[in-house]
Every structure is written in C-alpha cells, then in structure tokens.
C-alpha cells in the first residue's frame, strides 16, 4: 500500500512551549499546506519567532504535537529545511562564496557540486561580482540576500524565515522576496514571521494572526478581511467621548470601530458618506482623515484589538 | 568526519588571513627565550640546569607557551562565531552540534601545535640543543607531545567556552588558571630543586610533564635528570584524552534570536 504524501509541510496542534517559568507558545495551533507561502503576523513576542525555532532546529514541544514534512521532529529533516534567522548569521571575515560552499559541504554536497552550486546561487541573486570579497563589506540587503541563497543551497523543500527584511531598504526587500518567490515556484513551501503588515499584505498567499503563543486566526488575506467593509478611515480625534464612539458605531455606513488613544479607525463602505458626519459630530477635534483600501492590518487590527499597535511594536 | 574538516578547515583560513593571531602567538615565547634566555645565561650564569644552557633550557617552556596562547587565542573563534550568529546557523544543519565543537577544535588543535613547533622550529637553530635520539624522533617525539598538549589545552579551552558567556571573562580565566601553572611547571626553572610544597605542586600540574617530555625530546643529553618519557606520555595522554572529551561533552545551545 503507497502512502500518500502530506499535504501539509508543517502542523501544530495545541503546542506549548516555556522558557523557564514563560511560557511563549501556549497552545498554537497552524497548518501550512505544501508549496504555499504562509506568513506568521503577531506582535514582538507574540510567539513566532519561538514556534519558528522549533521548526527549525527540530526541537519536540513539551506539549501537543508538531509534524514537519509529514514527520515528528528530528535532526536528519533538517537537510529539508533551509533557514533564515531573524539576526544576521554570517561570518564577516569569510566570502560569500565561502560560505555557500561551506553550508554546501555541510549539506551533504559534494565539492564540485558544492561549488557548482554556490556559482549559480551568487548569480542568481546578483552577487556574483562580490563572490570573493569578505562579507562585512557588503550592504545589509546583500547579507540577507546572501543568506537566503545559502538557505536555499540544498534545495530545501521547507524554507524558514524569520523576520528576513528587517533593516534593509525597499529594493533589497523586493529583491529578496523575488527569490523566495521563485523557490516557492519551484515548490518549496514558506514559512515567515513578520511584524510588518504591510510587507504581510504585499507577500501573503497565506497568513495566522498570532498573539499571546496562540494563533488567533488563520486564512487567505481575502478570508482573514471577511466581514470587514472595503474602506478604512483612520481618524485624528482629539478627546472622543464613549457617546461620540457609540454615535459612529450607530451609523449605518459604520462597520467595526477601534480607538486606540487619540486615532479611530472605522470600516466603512463608503467613506464619502462617513468623513462628513464625522466631522459633524466632532468638529474641530478631529485634526486628520486617511481612506485607505481595507488591507491586512486592519483585519489584523479587527481580531486582536486597537491597542496592539504602538504599545507592541506592530507597524 | 568530512563536516568537521570542512568547518576545521575554514577556521584554518581564517587564522592564516587573521596575520595578527598568527604571529602574536609565537612572538611573545620567542621574545621570552631572546631576552629572558640570554640575560639570565649570562648574567646569572644557573649552575643547576642539567645540561647548563638556560637558554636552551627555555625552549620546551617556550613551545608549552605558545600552545597555551594559541589555546587562548583560538577560542576567540568560537565567540566571533557566537556573536556573528555563524554558530547559529551551523546548529541548524543536519550535523549533532558535537561535530560542530570537534570541526572548530580540530582547527585550534592544528594551529596550535603548528605554531609551537614552528616556535621549536625557530629556535633550535640558535640554541644547544642536546637532541638525545637524535633530530628526526626527537622531531617526531616533540610533535606528539606537542599535539597531545594541544588537544588537553583545546579541550579545556572549549570546556570554558561554551560555559563562560563573555569572551573578556573567558581570557580571564585562561590567564588566571594556566599562566601560573606554567610558572611551576619546569619551563623557565628545573623542578627537582624546589621547596617540597612548590615541587609537589609542580608534580601536580598536567603542564610539568609536557615541559619534561618535551626537555628529554629536545634539550637533555641524558634523562637522568628529568621523570622522563614514560611518566610523561601517559600523564600527558590520559589528560588529553580527558580534557578533550570533557571540551565536547558540553554542547552550545545559543537562543533563536542571538545569543
């Protein structure tokens, strides 16, 4: 009898997970399908990182159950798995070239595939001209570009990746994402940890809201924005009343309604129609308007709450 | 085995490219034995050294020596690899993190005994070397020696290392644990005429039998004078042994998010 492959490149059920006496993941539960590009969201703390962790260096919950590739974790399925940590992992006196042939060798390469390999690679994300100079004088996007190549050396059929684009400006970021973006074409399933929901929004195939070591929610954007209207308007308001607030919630073109400090921001369907008896309720309190399409972050901001933003760091 | 080749060379390169730990290494035993040999051979003339060189007599101290910086030295390796989030990285291959610690102290193993007998090797020219069992095994005999001490200091070394948090501490305790057992340990004065406290001491120091193996290796004429080879290279083998796999019986384990 032929088993069927997973369908799932990794599954999580009810993990927990402490660091002494804190416990970071606390019964989290994900399923990521094979060949997708799934995107943990979540505040600086939230869990992602350690649940990433966990994936990555094959390290058993102390509770629940964690599938990678179809297999409970252990050290031979890191050769599936590449892997781009949150901090820079990178010796900066050796060469980029070096470097790829070393993780080649550690992968099981031979040399010359090794080093055939690590050509093609340096190539393909534009570093081939800087092959042979030492890594601290490249640029921060070169170093993640450079260290996605080498997570991508063995052909790894799970590639892990930890807040990549953090520090690095937005051309780096779309040049990295273009990598991951034709690994995952070419069928590798990623597995990201953002705080940067815009970026989430741009990237996504896939996401999980986490908070508070669980996963909130979990779906396609489009699935994740169900239920929210289709424009955002976040408001400056100097002092809003509950009975201001409740005023908003009343009106019919008012969808969900979140103050966070002095800023509100209210789903709507239409926005012309809303702004006007904003501005009529509160008058000069309020000092700014912005309509934006309904993205990501507001469905992020409608499952966790409005006071996540600032208090933890989510932008 | 080839993973920790691969990892013991490319600390290899990387200490040939790091000129300053290349030689910084080597330089200071070798300044100890020009100065330190020549001032005192002259200027105190030691009547009790067994073939009455001191000079001469430095050379096995100054070998142990650049073994004991090269160990020190070495170990910046692992800590450059633990801040830079390298050891991180290589953690997450699918090698046990034993061969990680064995690639990484295969190399300081290496580099250490090369310098020291490149020390023995620049030094022997220019002092009377008594060379009992003639050059060649006495080459050969100091090479053993020499590793064989590499390995009891690379272990003990990386023991440290990965329990000690900060490279300043770790050189600390380096300094404070084996500098004064080189001062006992026969390098720089013959053992046999110390007050009983100090020779029982000096009999208690793993360095006393690298120094006196390597004194019958290279500079006795006889070995009358000295515990001799077979004191030595059993004391000296079953400490490396030891210290070694004591070095990679602790495994790092540095945090997701850096240390």
Redesign the interface.
């Known amino acids: 009898m032929h088993e069927a492959a997973p369908v799932l490149a990794v599954e999580a059920r009810g993990v927990v997970f402490s660091y002494g006496a804190r416990r970071a993941l606390d019964g989290f539960t994900l399923a990521v399908p094979k060949g997708s590009l799934f995107g943990l969201l979540g505040p600086n703390g939230s869990g992602k ?2 649940f ?2 966990l994936v ?2 094959m390290r058993a919950p102390s509770e629940g159950a964690l599938r990678v590739l179809g297999e409970a974790p252990r ?2 399925l ?2 599936r ?1 590449g ?1 781009v ?10 060469t980029p070239r ?1 470097v790829l042939v ?2 080649g ?4 390469l031979s040399r010359d595939e090794a080093r055939a390999r690590a050509d093609r690679l340096l190539t393909a994300v534009g570093l081939a001209g800087r092959a042979a100079d030492r890594i601290d004088t490249l640029s921060g996007g070169m170093r993640r570009r450079l260290e996605a190549a ?1 997570a991508l050396l063995h052909e790894p059929e799970l590639l892990v990746l ?1 807040e990549p684009t953090t520090g690095i400006d937005a051309a780096e970021r779309e040049a990295f994402w273009k990598l991951v973006r034709d690994a995952r074409d070419r069928g590798t399933t990623v597995l990201f940890a953002t705080n940067d929901l815009a970026e989430a929004d741009a990237v996504c195939e896939l996401a999980a809201f986490v908070r508070d070591g669980r996963v909130l929610a979990a779906g396609t954007p489009s699935e994740l924005k169900r239920g929210l209207r289709s424009e955002t308007v976040v408001v400056g308001w100097a002092d809003p009343t509950d009975g201001e607030l409740e005023a908003v919630r009343r009106l019919p073109e008012t969808g969900d309604v979140v103050q966070d400090g002095d800023t509100v921001r209210v789903s709507t369907d239409d926005a012309s129609i809303l702004v006007p008896k904003l501005f009529a309720l509160a008058g000069r309190r309020i000092t700014s308007v912005q309509i934006h399409p309904t993205t990501l972050a507001d469905a992020y901001f409608a499952h966790v709450g409005g006071r996540v933003r600032e208090r933890e760091g989510v932008i | 085995m ?2 920790a080749a ?2 013991a060379l ?1 600390d290899l ?2 200490v040939v ?2 000129r300053s730990q290349l030689y910084s290494s080597m330089l200071t035993p070798l300044l100890i034995l020009l100065f330190l040999g020549t001032g005192v051979s002259h200027g105190l003339q030691p009547s009790n050294l067994p073939a009455g060189n001191f000079t001469a007599y430095l050379v096995a101290g100054v070998v142990v020596m650049t073994s004991v910086f090269s160990s020190t030295f070495s170990s910046a390796s692992y800590y ?2 633990r801040d ?3 050891l ?9 993190p034993r061969v990680i610690v064995l690639g990484k102290s295969l190399a300081g193993v290496a580099i250490g005994s090369l310098q020291a007998m490149a020390v023995l090797g620049l030094a022997a020219p220019f002092t009377e070397l008594g060379w009992q069992y003639g050059y060649a095994r006495g080459v050969l005999l100091a090479l053993g020696v020499v590793v064989a001490l590499n390995l009891l200091l690379g272990g003990l070394a990386q023991a440290l290392a990965t329990r000690i948090q900060t490279m300043q501490g770790f050189h600390l305790v380096m300094n404070l644990a084996l500098f004064p057992l080189l001062f006992f340990s026969g390098a720089f004065f013959p053992i046999r005429d110390l007050p009983l406290w100090l020779e029982g001491l000096a009999l208690a120091n793993p360095l006393t039998y690298a120094v006196d193996a390597l004194h019958v290796a290279v500079y006795a004429r006889d070995s009358s004078e000295f515990l001799g080879l077979w004191i030595d290279v059993p004391v000296i083998g079953t400490l490396a042994a030891a210290a070694y796999a004591l070095g990679l019986a602790r495994m790092p384990r540095p ?4 240390r």
């Open positions: 990182s350690t990433l962790s990555a260096e050290a031979a890191r050769r798995v892997v940590s949150q901090e820079s992992s990178l010796d900066p006196l050796m070096e070393l993780f060798r550690l992968y099981g080498r930890d | 080839g993973a691969a990892l490319r390169r990387a490219r790091s450059r690899d830079t989030g390298m991180r990285a290589l953690l997450v291959t699918p090698h046990h945090t997701w998010s850096g």
